[in-house]
């Protein structure tokens, strides 16, 4: 029986001579779900991606994908995977038929005719064009078509979105979201928070070739970062909450705004010293965990399930 | 794999028309011509400006093959040398090789369906080229006969096929070994001039006689001996063995290769 875990690396390890690709990583992705890859340009997202499909080799360390070596049954492994490079370079000058024509063959496998004339349909494209003669936009559609066509158990998308409309972007997201509905697996690697937000299971953060944090996107949104607005009986004076973990961000006559990311109980035993008269929550997005955990330079605050 | 060279091949149609054409015109016009060129050109043999360039005008005959066949797999050669360093080093280089590389396809397929597909291609090329020049060599034989059978000529015209091999294979290797197309490209144009230079200097000076058995032109018959003898075995043997030892190189560098990187196969990582 197969294992839940789909993907799996251990200590991976990756040095571009004594640069630093990817650093000891440990990740691990389950069976149906989406899963963000989230990190600044050059943290190493690309270069996982490579090493689970044996595009490039590991200095150290393990990767595995469906329970295989990615470096002894790399072929195996790709019969069931379908990727989606970040930069997309394809042959000029082919036809855009031709080129999913020939792709499906070489993916061992026809893709459903009906299905891809669905995809041309959904993401508005006429494949009858050479390669070199479509915009940007719709070079990134037919990339996504090749990955989606051919129904993989496993999709490693690299920033999908990028260069999309709109429109076809939430095409896409739609895309992904049915393929999980359909019990596979996206490997979704973004700089778009805001669509890693709205598609993922679990995220995991990526800094400087370490995996800093992988959690469940909802977990991660709700325990990390809180903004609440107290508004007192009386204005405390300043300085009366100078508590770990919490720091107040504005005043408005008997109002403080307070951003939270630990000591929320302290926070709330003090205020009430003061006598509370309404309390308002916001809800915080992933763009701005991500900015907050960047800027504080981690690793460190940690109560994530990094080795998840 | 097949399918990969179907596609390859398919992709340089225009080439093998084109070359196929342009070698069928080029050669015509010098077999047309070569009586007259040949009268012309044989009071000066013993200009030493000729064997550099590897004329043998003691013979038109001689002359024939030693710029028919000659330049034809001169030609042939360079665009084994571009089509080669381009079929790896230059997807590589233009990011399409990583498409490739995330296909359910083992490297080995890979690059041994692009050798094999360029290999198809430059026969192609010679099969045009043969049958074009054959037919301009029947006409000719009308009106000036030589002592070249139609056949012969083709064969001989076909035979550089294994030269041609050993240029692709060559170019697949330096493909997959030097970091990107630039290096290897010229590596490969240095030893392709000095091949062909190296091996007819090596006739006008005794000092670089040994050279020639590195210059893999050494081993393509390109004077009249080859009509009448056809082409040596022991030479085709040095040629195959050459590809065959390229091919294996190619091999083994291309499934240690981190695509995409554009670094030397045997330069890893070291961790910090």
């Known amino acids: 029986m197969e294992s839940d875990t789909i993907i799996q690396t251990e200590n991976l390890s990756v040095y571009y001579g004594t640069h630093r690709g990817i650093r000891n990583l440990d990740l691990s992705v389950r069976k149906g779900e989406v899963f963000g890859f989230l990190g600044p340009n050059g943290a190493g997202k690309t270069t996982t991606l490579r090493v689970l499909l044996d595009i490039i080799h590991p200095t150290k360390g393990n990767a595995s994908m469906f329970g295989l070596d990615c470096q002894k049954n790399g072929a195996a492994i790709r019969k069931r995977v379908s990727y989606l490079p970040g930069e997309l370079h394809l042959y000029p000058s082919m036809r855009a038929d031709y080129f999913f024509d020939l792709f499906a063959s070489l993916q061992d496998g026809r893709p459903d005719p009906a299905f891809l004339a669905e995809l041309l349909e959904r993401l508005d494209l006429d494949p009858s064009g050479r390669i070199k003669e479509y915009s940007h936009g719709n070079k990134q559609k037919i990339g996504i078509i090749t990955a989606f066509m051919g129904k993989p158990d496993l999709l490693i998308l690299d920033e999908p979105t990028i260069a999309l409309d709109p429109l076809v972007r939430q095409t896409v997201l739609d895309l992904v979201r049915e393929v999980k509905n359909e019990g596979r697996t996206v490997f979704f690697s973004s700089h778009n928070l805001q669509e890693v937000q709205s598609i993922c299971d679990r995220v995991g953060i990526i800094q400087e070739g370490e995996l800093i944090r992988t959690e469940k996107t909802e977990t991660l949104i709700n325990r990390q970062l809180k903004r609440i607005t107290i508004a007192f009986r009386q204005t405390p004076p300043r300085g009366a909450f100078a508590i770990e973990g919490v720091k107040e961000t504005g005043r408005d006559k008997n109002t403080i705004s307070f951003e939270i990311r630990s000591n929320l109980e302290l926070l709330m035993e003090q205020a009430a010293s003061h006598g509370i008269t309404d309390i308002e929550t916001k809800t915080v997005s992933l763009e701005e965990i991500f900015l907050a955990l960047y800027s504080r330079g981690i690793p460190g605050d940690s109560e994530g399930d990094t080795n998840v | ?272």
């Not at chain 2, 091999?165 to 970091?179: D, R, V």
């Open chain 2, 1 to 272: 794999m097949f399918k990969l060279i179907v596609h390859e091949v398919r992709s340089r149609r225009a080439a093998i028309a084109g070359w196929g054409i342009g070698l069928v015109l080029f050669g015509s016009i010098y077999i047309s011509l070569a009586p007259e060129l040949f009268e012309q050109l044989k009071s000066m043999t013993n200009l030493s400006v000729y064997k550099l360039v590897g004329l043998h005008l003691e013979s038109v005959e001689g002359y024939i093959a030693s710029v028919v066949l000659a330049y034809i797999s001169f030609l042939l050669g360079i665009y084994s040398i571009i089509s080669s360093t381009a079929t790896m080093a230059g997807e590589e280089d233009n990011g399409t090789l990583e498409l490739l590389a995330a296909l359910p396809l083992e490297r080995w397929k890979i690059l041994t369906s692009k050798a094999a597909a360029l290999c198809l291609v430059v026969f192609f090329i010679l099969l045009i080229a043969g049958t074009g020049n054959t037919a301009a060599l029947a006409l000719m034989n009308r009106n000036y006969p030589v002592n070249i059978k139609p056949l012969s000529f083709f064969t001989s015209l076909i035979g550089s096929l294994p030269l041609l091999t050993g240029f692709i294979m060559m170019g697949i290797f330096l493909g997959s070994f030097m970091p990107n197309r630039r290096i290897a490209a010229t590596v490969m144009s240095v030893y392709f001039t000095a091949s062909y230079f190296g091996e007819h200097l090596s006739y006008i000076s005794g000092s670089l006689e040994t050279v020639r058995y590195l210059c893999l032109f050494n081993y393509y018959d390109t004077t009249e001996t080859i009509f009448a003898e056809g082409i040596r075995f022991s030479d085709t043997a040095v040629l195959l063995a050459v590809t065959a030892a390229f091919y294996v190189s190619a091999l083994y560098f291309f499934r240690r290769r981190d695509i995409t990187v554009g670094t030397w196969p045997w330069k890893k990582g070291k961790i910090l």
